[in-house]
């Protein structure tokens, strides 16, 4: 049987750097323009246009420049642009080097782009400057299991939880670390802690149900069909359902699982040939 393993979900939004995190009250001399670009309501298209206008009409600290450039490269990555968000936050860095938001929003766009290593890099940055940002901490170990590093991971999740214990997502995190190190029960126990936490969260009950699909294959049902009650129309789930209730020798239901994934737009060679046995 094939079984097949989600990638990572998004966990971490960007940082747009806003008036309060920059000035405790704004110097009389800044210009409109950075007020503007620090104004955390903005649409990307007018933040990129006020962060450049700011930027243009000087005058600003370094902290400033660095905050500019940062929310500039934000604005850019809303609008698609990674590759500007990237130079722009390569900008902020250079302005002040202890500006931890532009770390944390480039580590952001460089994960997005498969440059794994150069975001966590990035995140430490942010960690070795503010040991206590969980956030930091969280999107590190995300990486870290996306280069193969569970244990990293598990590190990293363990100290976001002992600054945060009520977070979700690093209960969630946690939990993908235990699986792929194999500790199947302190895994469930970490999806368990996720879920009292977010009742409604998919992911969580799907990777709850894929952990415990070989030795609780009925409790891995549960998981995943609560999983489809929360969101109906993703087709991966139904095919982790099909493989669970074929393993459970109830083909005509896992067959009707697997039409139902190919409906919603699932695509694989093993399941195009599982769809045209059933006649298409």
């Not at 649409?43 to 990129?48: D, H, K, M, Q, Y």
């Not at 939880?161 to 190190?181: K, N």
């Not at 415990?212 to 609560?226: G, Y």
Request: overall charge positive.
């Amino acid at each position: 049987m094939s079984w097949i393993r989600p990638a990572l979900r998004p966990l971490i939004a960007l940082f747009l750097v806003g008036i309060a995190a920059l000035w405790s009250a704004p110097p009389a001399q800044a210009n409109d323009f950075l007020r503007r670009c620090l104004d955390e309501r903005a649409g990307a298209e007018t933040l990129a246009l006020a962060c450049r206008s700011a930027l243009n009409a000087g005058g600003l600290d370094r902290r400033e420049t660095a905050a500019a450039w940062t929310n500039s490269g934000i604005a850019l990555a809303e609008l698609g642009r990674d590759g500007d968000a990237l130079a722009a936050y390569d900008r902020a860095v250079a302005a002040d080097p202890t500006f931890t938001p532009a770390y944390a929003n480039r580590a952001l766009s460089r994960a997005r782009r498969g440059r794994v290593e150069e975001a966590i890099a990035d995140w430490s940055e942010v960690i070795a400057r503010a040991p206590r940002d969980g956030d930091a901490l969280l999107g590190r170990a995300g990486l870290h299991l996306v280069a193969g590093r569970p244990a990293q991971a598990l590190a990293d999740a363990d100290a976001g939880l002992r600054l945060a214990p009520r977070s979700s997502d690093l209960h969630y995190t946690r939990g993908l670390a235990l699986g792929a190190l194999n500790r199947t029960a302190e895994a469930v126990s970490a999806f368990d802690a996720a879920l009292r936490l977010d009742p409604g969260d998919a992911e969580a009950w799907m990777q709850r149900g894929l952990i415990q699909a070989r030795a609780a294959p009925a409790a891995a049902l549960r998981d995943l069909t609560r999983a489809i009650d929360i969101v109906p129309k993703r087709a991966v789930l139904y095919v982790h359902r099909g493989q669970v209730l074929e393993g459970l020798g109830r083909q005509g239901e896992a067959d009707r699982d697997y039409r139902r994934a190919f409906e919603l737009g699932f695509q694989s060679p093993w399941l195009n040939q599982r769809i045209e046995a059933m006649g298409g």
